[in-house]
């Protein structure tokens, strides 16, 4: 866990302009505008007041998709360490809900494989370099695990000690990663595997203690969720499309689908193509205390097949399965440690071949990740703060992208999504800045107002000084 905790700290500190920047400044905008406005939970806003997201002008900036769970926790670690920035705490949180995770990791592969199968389960989850990088990332999804991974080891508690606090607290965990990501509620297929193994469907639904209590858990885990999505539904303007996630492009199940999961993601980043025997092993040993591991991977294929096209789109939707493919994995290492059908020096090299392969075709496939390729795009944000007031809106084209947006610390535009006059007049843009200083809109913008600051990199423009007019 200390050598985990220390891998994630690679370019802890560099600008939040790397891989996935566009929906990490997204995540770290609401904690910007936590600390400068004031914690509000119930509304919580991020700079883009545009129509891009939601289809309706957001003047507001609210954005109603979490809980904003991991905010709280990153605005509590800047107050106690008020010398970090917004980027290292919020990485910082994403890294201490990993090695928590690890550790429940281990718990979870000592109950179903070994002690041995344990720590292999929580190494693997450490040291996947696909994994080290998104779980150093300032999104709520690394936290969203945690909060799941735990919920499901005291579930296993209970199952094993039939207490009902360990139950119900179980479903305070599971809640609250459900109030971050609603697509973990994929992980009642491995606890309903677990329920009906320990009982049976006879007793599950003919003793009523049973169902009082099963029907007390569903309500801790879902009621918060209900609540939450019956009170952001008061604010559509905050609410971005989502509908495209499931099957938006009908992808599901199509050649496309099988070798962007498996092929593209599963095998060649994830598992880094040297950890797939692993993995396979892991899946058709016939010794394990229980099929729990399988049922877990279960839940995760219907999570990617059903949250289809964001899941060919983006890696880090994957993020989720992680921990079950990392008991998979250490289910497998366990198997080729142990077992005594193989040469244990030729099974004790091949282990150690596959992991420092794994390791380092891994990092070779993410190392990409952690680079800033647009420094231009910080170097104008600091400008446009150098230059302009707090309260300015700014329009900061970029393809929609709201990265470059989040480096002026100004609420406004990541791309134009009406005619100026209208962003001018009607919805108050105060100055354009450009890092594309030849296309259309940039032409347009310096042919009608003034330019006070301009560079080889970016131009920033002044939209209340109209050229050869007056000041407005």
């Known amino acids: 866990m200390v050598l985990g905790f220390v891998v994630r700290l690679y370019k802890i500190n560099t600008p939040l302009a790397d891989w996935h920047s566009w929906r990490q400044v997204d995540t770290a905008s609401v904690t910007k505008i936590f600390l400068s406005k004031g914690i509000d939970v119930l509304h919580p806003r991020y700079y883009d007041i545009s129509s891009i997201q939601t289809g309706f002008f957001n003047p507001n900036g609210y954005r109603m998709v979490e809980f904003p769970v991991f905010n709280l926790l990153h605005v509590a670690l800047i107050k106690i360490l008020p010398r970090l920035s917004v980027e290292i705490a919020g990485r910082l949180v994403s890294i201490f809900s990993s090695l928590i995770t690890a550790f429940f990791l281990f718990l979870i592969g000592k109950r179903f494989i070994s002690n041995l199968g344990g720590v292999l389960s929580a190494f693997f989850y450490l040291f996947l370099p696909y994994n080290i990088y998104f779980t150093r990332v300032i999104l709520p999804e690394p936290l969203a695990t945690t909060f799941s991974v735990v919920g499901i080891w005291f579930f296993i508690l209970w199952i094993d000690k039939n207490k009902d606090w360990y139950l119900y607290f179980s479903g305070i965990w599971l809640a609250l990663s459900l109030l971050i990501k609603p697509y973990f509620a994929l992980f009642l297929v491995p606890l309903l595997y677990l329920t009906i193994k320990k009982y049976g469907l006879k007793k599950i639904f003919g003793d009523g203690k049973l169902v009082i209590r099963a029907v007390v858990f569903l309500d801790i885990v879902l009621l918060p969720l209900l609540l939450w999505r019956i009170w952001i539904n008061g604010y559509s303007t905050g609410i971005p499309f989502f509908e495209w996630a499931f099957n938006g492009d009908h992808i599901r199940f199509r050649p496309a689908?099988?070798?962007?999961?498996?092929?593209?993601?599963?095998?060649?980043?994830?598992?880094?193509?040297?950890?797939?025997?692993?993995?396979?092993?892991?899946?058709?040993?016939k010794d394990l205390k229980s099929n729990f591991i399988?049922?877990?991977?279960?839940?995760?294929?219907?999570?990617?097949?059903?949250?289809?096209?964001?899941?060919?789109?983006?890696?880090?939707?994957?993020?989720?399965?992680?921990?079950?493919?990392?008991l998979a994995v250490g289910a497998g290492g366990d198997f080729l440690l142990k077992n005594k059908l193989f040469n244990y020096v030729i099974a004790y090299f091949g282990f150690g071949f596959m992991v420092v392969m794994l390791l380092g075709t891994g990092i070779y496939q993410v190392k990409e990740f952690y680079k800033i390729n647009h420094p231009e795009l910080i170097r104008a944000g600091k400008a446009i703060r150098r230059l302009t007031p707090p309260d300015a809106r700014v329009i900061a084209p970029y393809n929609g992208d709201t990265a470059f947006l989040y480096q002026t610390e100004r609420f406004g535009w990541p791309a134009v999504d009406t005619s100026f006059d209208k962003l001018i007049k009607e919805r108050g843009a105060d100055y354009y800045v450009s890092v594309n200083k030849g296309d259309a809109d940039t032409k347009y913008i310096i042919s009608k107002y003034k330019v006070i600051e301009e560079t080889t990199e970016y131009l920033i423009a002044d939209l209340h000084q109209p050229l050869g007019g007056l000041k407005k």
Do not use: C
């Open 257 to 285: 689908f099988w070798r962007w999961i498996f092929t593209e993601r599963l095998v060649k980043l994830i598992l880094a193509s040297w950890g797939l025997p692993l993995f396979f092993l892991g899946l058709v040993r």
């Open 294 to 326: 399988l049922f877990y991977l279960l839940g995760m294929f219907l999570y990617v097949s059903i949250v289809a096209t964001a899941n060919v789109r983006h890696d880090y939707y994957q993020i989720f399965a992680v921990p079950a493919i990392a």
